[in-house]
């Protein structure tokens, strides 16, 4: 009689916490995985139990994203040399996904590259969440699953129970998906448009739509320096909003974000545990995707659908 594999969920070093917040829920301890680091910084992952005709799900957010992501290539490629089964890579944070396009002559598309990478060291699926642009989930050859983080963001927003709301886009590029909140609850919706010189440098803003006495919530994908965003705050309150919040999914706040949090006009900044937070905030509040995580982990190992962890099926049962 053929067994059923087991299902093992091991943590690399930048997602300790989220994972074991994620076993907690799937109601299972993170498997023993050893990740030593010699002087020079070369990164040496050892398993410290048996996979071999295992499922193994490997959680790492590519944040910082050098070095988590070649841990995580490593501990790939060990699970593979170690007879795994099947090898699920969950990216809570996509590094590099911001390099979706040859958007100017002689540039990379990073988020190809890594997709290559994780497919060479032997991913057999990849589970991630908010990638900047959708359509690198075409970049794969294996299947991905990638969850929305409004089946966390939704919920929130309705205990706020605020009166006059408005949903801002902070690009164009956004508005697909902000469209699709709006119309869950029924409210407005406004677009920061906005013009960069080059990378975290905005040379123009404005604002499409009416936010006169509105509460306005500004939903992105990632916020690295937070300069934008308090931009985006400030332009929306000059033009009568009565409050600015904001709820992005993954924090990586890079250089003087926290000061450009603390000193914005924001309201709060919403985000999620994608990225552990690197310093302290009054205004940052941390909402968890680890029983997302441990659904989508559950039914992926039990061949099951998650269609129920997306917001259409949210707009069904609402």
């Keep these: 009689m053929q067994l059923q594999p087991s299902a093992k969920i091991f943590s690399g070093t930048g997602s300790q916490k989220l994972t074991q917040q994620i076993c907690d829920r799937y109601g299972c301890k993170p498997g023993e995985i050893q990740i030593q680091k010699f002087s020079d910084g070369e990164i040496l992952p050892i398993f410290n139990e048996s996979v071999r005709g295992d499922v193994v799900f490997l ?31 969950v990216l809570p944070y996509y590094g590099y996904a911001r390099q979706d396009r040859k958007d100017k002559p002689r540039v990379a598309i990073g988020s190809k590259l890594v997709a290559n990478m994780l497919v060479a060291a032997g991913a057999d699926r990849v589970i991630t969440m908010d990638l900047h642009a959708p359509q690198i989930q075409g970049f794969f050859d294996i299947p991905m699953d990638h969850l929305d983080s409004s089946a966390v963001f939704i919920p929130y927003i309705a205990q706020l129970k605020l009166e006059n709301l408005t949903f801002a886009a902070p690009d164009v590029g956004a508005t697909n998906r902000i469209r699709e909140i709006a119309s869950y609850f029924n409210a407005h919706m406004v677009i920061c448009d906005k013009h960069r010189k080059r990378a975290n440098e905005i040379a123009s803003m404005q604002v499409i739509g009416d936010v006169m006495d509105r509460d306005v919530i500004i939903i992105d994908d990632i916020c690295d320096t937070a300069g934008t965003l308090a931009k985006s705050a400030a332009l929306l309150k000059e033009k009568g909003a009565r409050s600015v919040r904001a709820l992005v999914t993954h924090p990586v706040l890079s250089g ?29 509040k941390v909402l968890s995707v680890a029983e997302l995580f441990a659904v989508a982990i559950r039914n992926a190992y039990e061949n099951k659908s998650i269609n129920n962890l997306f917001i259409h099926s949210q707009r069904r049962n609402k």
């Excluded at 957010?61 to 490593?74: C, F, G, R």
């Design 256 to 284: 003087k974000a926290y000061e450009n949090i603390e000193a914005s006009v924001l309201e709060e900044l919403v985000v999620c545990d994608t990225i552990p937070l690197r310093g302290e905030s009054s205004k940052i």
């Design 59 to 89: 959680v790492q957010s590519t944040y910082s994203p050098s070095d988590n992501l070649m841990e995580l290539l490593l501990m790939i490629d060990a699970a593979r040399r170690a007879s795994a089964w099947k090898i699920v890579a």
